[in-house]
């Protein structure tokens, strides 16, 4: 038996469906359908057994988790096994009586996705009107007492409103708000030369970032993902692979990051016939990049391993076409010029939009 610490973080995706059409997505192309999610049980047996490996925190995410009908069952169902519970949401549907339904069924946290300050940027960049959803969402959520978090994902048609952004965070009363660079996976992959911010705005962005940490104080906790490819640093991949954290897809598919089913021969496992606790210390998927022995030079050899883990697999995968790889984000990689080229080649004018999978339902 592989002797491995037990996670403490579960990334619950209950469905993939969603009302946004966000082109940065980094759910997958081929997404999951709603007729063969997992159901109220078998989610709820998901919860009870990552209590019982040691699990303490789950992101009910998606997709929108709010067009699960049985979404208050599952906020009670990982309450009851020991978990923290935040939400995460575009805040679309969230009204009063919905959210009175979540606090009620033990909910702890919210954290709001918000496309741009601008409310016409910010739903030409969402595919959809929802800015005054999200608006009224944040208002509800400070009125039940729930912590507030706010989640912008940065990219080069929002990077340069980042003032804005931090603005609106205080207006809406967040006591959270990340700036979390795109990961280049799915949709966001499709669309990376679209997205790709330019190193100036990087820059720009970082020092402002920098500003209102020391304005603000401890006021409202800034948190800053960095552009990986941008920077030229490889970013630790979910704290290293299968070390700290599992996602469970909308189908009880199981792997050690989102987008790992992406990956060729990772052969990953479904709840539905195994057990995660069997799952997170046995698998071939969980086990495949744990660890340094799978670590091609220069990663072996870099005083860094201990702490970037060789970067994104994923990312290595996408652009090379191998996960073995050494991640191209990182300066000191063999393919590192494929980034390079990427960042400073020419740019695109449009993306494509997501679309959800919107058939059957549970």
């Known amino acids: 038996m592989t002797t491995v610490d037990p996670p403490w973080a579960l990334l619950a995706e209950l469905?993939?469906?969603?009302?946004?059409?966000?082109?940065?997505?980094?759910?997958?192309?081929?997404?999951?359908?709603?007729?063969?999610?997992?159901?109220?049980?078998?989610?709820?047996?998901?919860?009870?057994?990552?209590?019982?490996?040691?699990?303490v925190h789950t992101h009910l995410s998606g997709g929108e988790p709010l067009l699960r009908r049985d979404l208050p069952d599952l906020v009670a169902a990982a309450g009851t096994a020991g978990l923290y519970t935040q939400l995460v949401t575009s805040g679309v549907g969230l009204g009063e009586r919905r959210l009175?339904?979540?606090?009620?069924a033990g909910l702890c946290s919210v954290q709001l996705s918000v496309q741009h300050a601008d409310r016409a940027a910010a739903e030409r960049i969402a595919g959809v009107r929802s800015f005054a959803a999200k608006e009224r969402a944040a208002r509800l959520i400070r009125e039940a007492g729930l912590p507030l978090g706010l989640n912008a994902v940065l990219h080069r048609a929002n990077l340069d409103a980042l003032d804005d952004l931090v603005r609106l965070a205080v207006d809406w009363g967040a006591d959270r708000l990340e700036l979390a660079h795109t990961q280049y996976h799915g949709w966001a992959q499709r669309n990376r030369a679209v997205l790709l911010p330019t190193p100036g705005q990087v820059e720009r962005s970082r020092s402002a970032v920098a500003r209102w940490r020391e304005r603000l104080g401890d006021s409202l906790e800034l948190v800053w993902v960095a552009p990986d490819l941008v920077d030229a640093t490889a970013k630790p991949c979910m704290g290293g692979w299968g070390s700290i954290s599992l996602t469970v897809a909308p189908d009880g598919t199981v792997l050690?990051?989102?987008?790992?089913?992406?990956?060729?021969?990772?052969?990953?496992?479904?709840v539905r016939d195994h057990q995660l606790?069997?799952?997170?210390?046995?698998?071939?998927?969980?086990?495949?990049?744990?660890?340094?022995?799978?670590?091609?030079?220069?990663?072996?050899?870099?005083?860094?391993?201990?702490?970037?883990?060789?970067?994104?697999?994923?990312?290595?995968?996408?652009?090379?076409?191998?996960?073995?790889?050494?991640d191209p984000a990182c300066r000191h990689a063999p393919d590192h010029h494929l980034v390079h080229d990427l960042v400073r080649g020419p740019r695109q004018l449009a993306y494509a939009y997501r679309q959800a999978p919107r058939e059957g339902g549970t």
């Not at 050690?256 to 479904?270: E, K, M, W, Y």
């Not at 698998?283 to 340094?292: I, P, Q, V």
């Open 100 to 104: 009175a339904g979540l606090v009620a």
């Open 256 to 270: 050690p990051c989102p987008a790992a089913a992406t990956l060729p021969g990772l052969d990953p496992p479904n």
């Open 15 to 55: 469905t993939h469906a969603c009302p946004l059409r966000c082109g940065y997505c980094s759910n997958p192309v081929e997404l999951v359908g709603r007729s063969t999610e997992l159901t109220t049980e078998e989610w709820s047996g998901v919860f009870r057994q990552a209590g019982a490996l040691g699990v």
């Open 277 to 326: 606790g069997e799952i997170w210390r046995e698998s071939k998927a969980f086990n495949a990049f744990r660890g340094e022995s799978w670590m091609p030079e220069p990663c072996r050899g870099c005083a860094l391993r201990d702490t970037d883990h060789g970067g994104c697999r994923c990312q290595a995968y996408a652009l090379t076409g191998d996960p073995a790889r050494t």
